[in-house]
């Protein structure tokens, strides 16, 4: 029985934006390996941005990314959401 749900609506319980910045820092390491310092941290601001806050829906975000930054090795949509499984799950369709 479910006793009680807490929302962390203005990152009490958890940094979300440290996370998120994280989360960039990984990206960047794992696709743009090819930026200098500057270029990185520009990149980095520019996501932390696009994502208003964790209240951009992540399919959107992601494929904004896609369009905008110049990757090395651009990957797939899918590839990104990994990292968001409960977005991409959002995103299918039930079965039955």
Known sequence: MIKGILFDLDNTLLDRTRTFADFS???????????DPSERKAYIRQMIE???DGYRHKPDLFGE???KLEW???PGIGDLMGGHPGDL?????ALG
């Open 50 to 52: 696009a994502d208003e």
């Open 25 to 35: 820092g990984k990206l960047m390491d794992s696709y743009f390996g090819h930026l």
């Open 72 to 74: 090395r090795t651009k």
């Open 65 to 67: 990314l896609l369009e």
């Open 89 to 93: 799950a959002a995103e299918e369709p």
